[in-house]
C-alpha cells in the first residue's frame, strides 16, 4: 500500500467532508478552507512521521494510536482560541482519518474501489447541489486528487486485472501538472476558433498578460481592466499601455512661499476607461462657475483646457481611453461621444482629445464645493446663456458640442439616475457606523467626501493583498464592492486603488453621497518635456468619484500611495493671500477617526506571539509524549525483567552488557556473534566473571539442562551493575 | 527504437478525450477541465515518463572472463540501475538470442524497478560463434500505463565479448596434413632435390651416370637408376585475407562467416604449432601483420589474438593484401607454399588456396 496514495485519498476525504459540512452553512463563504485542508494534510503526514518513529520502538500495534498524541494535546491547547480554532479541528480530523485508516482492515480495496463512491459523490454535489465549480481552490485539489486516484485505480483493476499496479509516481506527476493549469468556472469558449488568424495573435498577447493565473486565481498583474477586478494579490508590470503626445508642458511653474523661488511642479493627468465625453459635468461646472461670478482671469487659478493625444499600446479594449472631464474627443477625424466604442480597440488606436483640466485641489475650488450645496443654483443658465459664458471664459464653442434639446436635455437634474449610485448592496451595519462617525461633525457634502478620503488614506498600501470574502466579489456590483471595503476596512487593513476606491464609495453611499469608481490610468508627467510620454501598466488606477449636488462628479485620491488632489495642485499662492482669501478651509485639520489599533499592528504581532507561543507548547508536548514512551519502554523492559524466569533475566543482563562493553569500548566492535570477543572489551578485573556468565548462556541455549545456577544470576546482575559505573574509554 | 502502437486502445483514448472535451465545451469548473485535461495529459506525460525511465536507467553487462571460448560457458550477470525516483514498470529485456544462449534469462522477461532500486540478474551464458561482437543484452522495451504503445530501445551500453575459435580438425582435409605428418613439410609437385632419393627405376637414355644405383642393377641385371625426391618446401605461410565489411560486422552472417574462417585459421595454425612446423600468418590487424606460429606457445600466443586482431586501419590495407594474394596465385615459388584463406569469397572463388 503506497503512502501517498493514502495520504491522497485521506486529502480527498478531508475536503468532500468539509464541503459537506459547510454546505448551507451561512457562514461557508468566510471558512479558511485552504488553510483547514493544508492543516489537515500536514497534521496526517506529521502523524505518519511519528507512526513510523514508534514503529521503529517496535510498538507495532500501538503506533497509531501514540501518533496522533501530539495532535490531540495540540487541540486541547488551541481549541479555545477562535483564531485557531480551524487549525485545531483539522488537527483532530487528521487523528480520527489517520486511526481509521491505520486499523482499517483491507485498507488497499477500500482506496481502490473508495475513489470511485467518492467520484460519485463527488459528481453529485456538482450537479445536484452546484459545488465543486471551482470558486475555491480546494475544488481543484479534491478534483485533481480525484482523477489521479481515479486513473491509478482504473489502470489497476482493468489493465493489471488487480495484481500490480502502474507506479503511482506517474499519476502524481500527472497531478502536479494539472494543478498549475489554470481551470475556469466558464465552459471552453470557441468562438475564437471562428477567426482563428486573429485571435490567435490576441491570446498570445493575452497569454503575456495573463502568465500569473497559471498560479491560480488570486495573483493579478497591474495593467488596464473592466470592472471585474476582485482585488486579489497584485504583480507589478511596466507593460506600455497607452502614449501621450501633448505640446504642452508637462509640468507647472509656481512661485515657493518658502524660498520664494520659481518652482516646477509635476502634471498629472487621469485617464477614465469608458467614460468618453462627459458634457453634464461640463454644463454643471459651468453653472457652478456662473453662480459664484467666475470670470476667465479667476477660473485660470484652477482650470484650463487641455490637449492631448492618447495611442493605444499593449491594450485591447472596446473602452476609450481619455482625460477625465474631455469635452471633444476624435478618433481619425470622427466625434467619438460614447465611453465604449463597437469595435475592439488595439495597437496603434488613436485618440485626440480636448478636455477641461482642473485642479481638484485648488482652495478656491473647494470653496466654491463647499459652497454650493448650501447655497444652490442662484440663477439656471439659459442654452444662449451657456453658450456666451463657455466662450468667455475658455473660448469654448458651446454649440457646437451641443445643441439646445441636447443642453435641456443634460440640464433636467435627473434624481433616478442618481439613485443607482447609492446602492450599497446587503446592510453592513460597522460600515454605516463609520460612515456616520467620520462624517457627522461634517458640515457639507464635500467636507464629508473630503473627511473619507482622509480616513481611508490611512490604511496602508499594499499589492499582496486579498479581495472580498467572495472570491467573487468585484466592482460591477454594489454587493462585490462592500464584500472588498469591508474586509478591508475592518479586516486586512491593507490593500490598494481597488480596496480604498471601493471603501470610499460604500461610505460616501452609507453617507447618503452617491458615488462611484472610475478607471484607467493615473499619470505623473516627467520634469521634462518629451515628444511621447509612455503611460505603463502599473499606473493603472481606480478612484472613486462623488456627486456632489450642484457641481457634478467630483473625483477623489483615497489611496494613501498617490498624492492627494492638494499635493499636486497648481494652485500655490503666497502664505498670507491663502489664508485671508480662504481663512475658513483648512482641510488638514478635518478630524477623523483613526483606525482602530487594537486589531491592527499589535493584533499581528500578537499573532506572531501567539504563533511562537503554540509553536513552544507545541514542541514540549511532543517532548513530553517522547519522555513518557521512553518511560513506557523502559518500565516494560523492567516489569518483564522482574516477572521473567531466571533464563530469561540472563538472557536480559547479557545482552545489556553486551551493549555496555560495545559503548565503552574505544575502538568500534563488530558483533560476529560470538560473546568472547566482548570478554576482550571488559577490564581485566571483570573478565573472569564475564566468561562464567557467558558459560551459563551458552549453556542455556545450547546445553540439555536449560537452567540457571542462583549464583550464575546474581554474578550476572552484580555484573551488569558494576559495568554501568565503569567509565567510557 | 520500434514503437509498437495499441490501435484499438488508441482509439478508445481519443473517443474519450473527444467526449471530455464535449463535456468542457458545456461545462466549465475543475470537473469537467480536470478530466478533460488528464485524458489530454496522458499521452504526453506517458511519453515523457517512457524518455524519464530510458535516460535515467543504467545497465551493466559483465562476464566472468576476459576472453571467451565458443561453445563454452562462462557466468554472466546483468545489474539494471533505476536512477531516477520514477519506478520502471514491467520492462521487457529482449536478447542477442542468434549468437548467444543464456541459460536463466528468458528472452522477453519482465522486470519492474522501484525508485533508485537496482536489480541483478545472474545467468550462464554461451556464445554460439566466434570472433568479437555484442552479447547478452540487446534491447529493452517499455510501456505506458493503460497500453497504449511499446516502445522497444536498444541498450545504451551492450556487451561486447571477445570470443576464441574452438580448435577442431577443419582444416586438416583442406591443406593434407597427412603429408605434412609424413614427411614433415610439403613436396612440390615439380621441382626436385639435387641428389638423388630412394626411388628406383630402369636406366632409360640420358639418364646420368651418376644416378646408377650399382647393387640395384647387379640383383636386377638391368640397369636401374635412383631418382631424386621432390623437393620439400622449406616454409609454409597463411594468408588471412579478412573481409573488409566494417558495416556489417554486427551481422548475423558476418559473424557466422568469420566464425568459420577463424576456426579454420586456428585449427590450421594448431596442427602446425603442435608439430612445431613453422608456420607464417599474414593477416590484416589494422596494418598488415606476420607471425610466426613454429611451438605450442607461439600458437597460444596467436590463438589470444586472433579472435578480435582482424581488422583494417584503411582501405589501403585491404587492397594491398588483396594484390598480395593475388601475386601469390599467379607466380610460382621456390621452396615456399601459401595457403591463401578468403573470408568472403566471390563465388568463382575458393575459401582456400594453396599456391606453391
Redesign the interface.
Known amino acids: 500500500m503506497s503512502e501517498k496514495k493514502l495520504h491522497l485519498f485521506a486529502f480527498a476525504i478531508v475536503i468532500l467532508g468539509m464541503e459537506l459540512y459547510l454546505l448551507n452553512k451561512d457562514a461557508s463563504l468566510d471558512f479558511k478552507r485552504s488553510l483547514f485542508v493544508m492543516s489537515a494534510i500536514s497534521f496526517f503526514f506529521l502523524y505518519f512521521v511519528f507512526e513510523q518513529f514508534f514503529l521503529s520502538i517496535e510498538l507495532e500495534d500501538t503506533a497509531p494510536l501514540f501518533s496522533i498524541m501530539p495532535g490531540i494535546l495540540l487541540y486541547s491547547l488551541i481549541h479555545a482560541n477562535s483564531e485557531w480554532i480551524t487549525v485545531a479541528y483539522a488537527a483532530v480530523l487528521a487523528a480520527a482519518l489517520r486511526l481509521i485508516l491505520s486499523y482499517l482492515p483491507y485498507k488497499d480495496k477500500v482506496i481502490l474501489y473508495g475513489t470511485f463512491v467518492l467520484d460519485i459523490f ?2 453529485y454535489l ?1 450537479a445536484v447541489q452546484d459545488i ?3 470558486r475555491f481552490l480546494t ?2 485539489l ?3 486528487s ?2 489521479v486516484l481515479t ?1 491509478s485505480s482504473v ?1 489497476q483493476i482493468i ?1 493489471e486485472k488487480n495484481a ?1 499496479s ?2 503511482f ?3 502524481m ?2 497531478g502536479v ?2 494543478l498549475v ?1 489554470p ?6 469558449d ?1 468562438s475564437p476558433v471562428a477567426n482563428l488568424g486573429n485571435q490567435l495573435m490576441e491570446k498570445v498577447i493575452e497569454a503575456s498578460y495573463n502568465m500569473p493565473e497559471i498560479f491560480g486565481h488570486e495573483v493579478f498583474t497591474t495593467g488596464y481592466s473592466n470592472f471585474g477586478t476582485v482585488g486579489g494579490r497584485l504583480n507589478k508590470s511596466d507593460k506600455v499601455q497607452v502614449v501621450l503626445e501633448t505640446l504642452e508642458k508637462p509640468f507647472f511653474v509656481y512661485t515657493d512661499t518658502e524660498t520664494d523661488k520659481r518652482m516646477k511642479a509635476r502634471r498629472t493627468i487621469y485617464l477614465t476607461g469608458g467614460e468618453g465625453v462627459n458634457q453634464k459635468n461640463l454644463i454643471d461646472f459651468l453653472q457652478l462657475l456662473y453662480d459664484n461670478n467666475q470670470t476667465r482671469e479667476s477660473v485660470r487659478i484652477y482650470s484650463r483646457l487641455s490637449r492631448v493625444s492618447i495611442e493605444y499600446a499593449y491594450i485591447d479594449t472596446f473602452d476609450e481611453i481619455a482625460p477625465e472631464n474631455s469635452i471633444l474627443i476624435t478618433a481619425d477625424g470622427k466625434e467619438v461621444v460614447d465611453g465604449v466604442g463597437a469595435r475592439l480597440h488595439k495597437k496603434g488606436y488613436q485618440l485626440k482629445c480636448r478636455f477641461l483640466e482642473i485642479d481638484y485641489g485648488s482652495p478656491t475650488l473647494a470653496k466654491l464645493y463647499q459652497n454650493a450645496g448650501i447655497e444652490g443654483v442662484k440663477h439656471e443658465l439659459s442654452y444662449s446663456e451657456a453658450c456666451d459664458y463657455a466662450r468667455q471664459i475658455y473660448g469654448i464653442d458651446l454649440s457646437s458640442l451641443m445643441d439646445e434639446s441636447r443642453y435641456q436635455e443634460l440640464k433636467r437634474n435627473d434624481a433616478s439616475e442618481n439613485k443607482k449610485y447609492l446602492a450599497t448592496g446587503k446592510a453592513n451595519d460597522r460600515m454605516q457606523q463609520l460612515s456616520k462617525d467620520i462624517t457627522e461633525s461634517c458640515k457639507n457634502e464635500y467636507d464629508k467626501c473630503k473627511a473619507i478620503e482622509k480616513y481611508v488614506r490611512q490604511y496602508p498600501y499594499s499589492m499582496e493583498a486579498v479581495g472580498g470574502h467572495n472570491p467573487d466579489s468585484d466592482l460591477t456590483t454594489p454587493e462585490g464592492m462592500a464584500d472588498i471595503a469591508d474586509r478591508f476596512l475592518f479586516e486586512t487593513k491593507t490593500g490598494y486603488c481597488v480596496h480604498s476606491a471601493s471603501s470610499m464609495v460604500m461610505l460616501l453611499r452609507y453617507a447618503g453621497i452617491p458615488a462611484r469608481v472610475m478607471r484607467g490610468f493615473r499619470y505623473d508627467y516627467p520634469f521634462e518635456q518629451q515628444q511621447y510620454y509612455y503611460v505603463r501598466a502599473n499606473c493603472a488606477h481606480t478612484w472613486p468619484e462623488a456627486y456632489i449636488e450642484n457641481v457634478g462628479w467630483v473625483p477623489f485620491e483615497p489611496t494613501g500611495a498617490y498624492f492627494v488632489a492638494e499635493d499636486h495642485s497648481w494652485h500655490r499662492e503666497s502664505e498670507a493671500e491663502y489664508n485671508t482669501m480662504y481663512e475658513n478651509i483648512n482641510l488638514n485639520e478635518t478630524i477623523v477617526p483613526e483606525i482602530p489599533e487594537d486589531n491592527f499592528k499589535e493584533d499581528t504581532i500578537d499573532k506572531g506571539l501567539e504563533i511562537l507561543k503554540f509553536a513552544g507548547l507545541f514542541v514540549l508536548s511532543v517532548l513530553a509524549l517522547l519522555i513518557v514512551i521512553f518511560a513506557i519502554t523502559l518500565g516494560r523492559k523492567r516489569v518483564k525483567y522482574m516477572l521473567g524466569t531466571p533464563e530469561d533475566r540472563l538472557k536480559m543482563d547479557v545482552v545489556a552488557i553486551k551493549k555496555k562493553l560495545a559503548y565503552q569500548s574505544k575502538v568500534p566492535t563488530l558483533d560476529r556473534g560470538l560473546l568472547f570477543d566482548y570478554v576482550e572489551l571488559a577490564p581485566n578485573e571483570y573478565k573472569e566473571n564475564l566468561r562464567g556468565v557467558f558459560d551459563a548462556y551458552y549453556r542455556i541455549i545450547y546445553g540439555n539442562s536449560g537452567s540457571v545456577l542462583p549464583q550464575e544470576g546474581q554474578m550476572a546482575r552484580n555484573l551488569r551493575e558494576q559495568l554501568k559505573k565503569v567509565p567510557k574509554e | 527504437m520500434k514503437v509498437t502502437i495499441n490501435k484499438r486502445g488508441l482509439i478508445l483514448y481519443l473517443i474519450l478525450l473527444i467526449l471530455s472535451l464535449v463535456f468542457t465545451s458545456f461545462y466549465g469548473g475543475p470537473v469537467s477541465y480536470g478530466v478533460f485535461y488528464a485524458l489530454l495529459l496522458l499521452l504526453p506525460l506517458s511519453i515523457l515518463y517512457t524518455i524519464l525511465n530510458y535516460n535515467l536507467l543504467h545497465i551493466y553487462q559483465e562476464i566472468e572472463v576476459h576472453k571467451l571460448v565458443r561453445g563454452e560457458s562462462y557466468s554472466y550477470r546483468v545489474l539494471f540501475e533505476n536512477t531516477s525516483v520514477f519506478p520502471v514498470y514491467k520492462m521487457g529485456i529482449y536478447l542477442f538470442s542468434d549468437r548467444c544462449r543464456l541459460s536463466d534469462i528468458k528472452d522477453g522477461e519482465r522486470i519492474s524497478l522501484d525508485s533508485r532500486e537496482k536489480k541483478e540478474l545472474i545467468s550462464r551464458i554461451t556464445c554460439m560463434y566466434a570472433g568479437a561482437y555484442n552479447v547478452g543484452l540487446e534491447r529493452i522495451s517499455l510501456t505506458d500505463a493503460f497500453g497504449l504503445y511499446e516502445v522497444v530501445l536498444t541498450v545504451p551500453y551492450t556487451f561486447r565479448a571477445i570470443v576464441k575459435p574452438q580448435i577442431t580438425d577443419a582444416a586438416t582435409e583442406v591443406i593434407e596434413v597427412e603429408n605434412l605428418f609424413n614427411s614433415l613439410g610439403l613436396k612440390s609437385d615439380n621441382v626436385y632435390e639435387d641428389i638423388p632419393g630412394s626411388d628406383i627405376r630402369p636406366y632409360q637414355r640420358g639418364d646420368s651416370l651418376n644416378t646408377i644405383n650399382w647393387k640395384a642393377s647387379a640383383k636386377q641385371d638391368e640397369l636401374m637408376v635412383r631418382l631424386p625426391d621432390t623437393i620439400e618446401n622449406r616454409t609454409v605461410t597463411l594468408l588471412l585475407l579478412a573481409a573488409n565489411e566494417d558495416e556489417n560486422k554486427y551481422n548475423i552472417d558476418f559473424i557466422k562467416r568469420r566464425d568459420y574462417f577463424l576456426e579454420f585459421a586456428v585449427s590450421a595454425a594448431w596442427h602446425f604449432g603442435i608439430k612445431e612446423i613453422p608456420l607464417r600468418i599474414i593477416y590484416p590487424s589494422g596494418h598488415i601483420t606476420e607471425f610466426i606460429v613454429n611451438s605450442y606457445e607461439t600458437f597460444l600466443e596467436f590463438y589470444n589474438l586472433i579472435a578480435d586482431g582482424l581488422f583494417y586501419s584503411s582501405n589501403q590495407i585491404y587492397e594491398e593484401i588483396s594484390r598480395m594474394s593475388k601475386e601469390q596465385r599467379g607466380g610460382s615459388y621456390e621452396n615456399e607454399t601459401w595457403i591463401i584463406i578468403k573470408e568472403n569469397p566471390n563465388p568463382e572463388e575458393h575459401f582456400v588456396t594453396i599456391c606453391e
Open positions: 463527488v459528481l456538482w465543486f465549480v471551482g475544488d481543484k479534491l478534483i485533481v480525484l482523477v486513473l489502470q489493465f500490480q502502474y507506479p509516481q506517474f499519476f506527476m500527472m501538472v494539472l493549469i481551470m475556469k468556472q466558464a465552459p471552453i470557441w
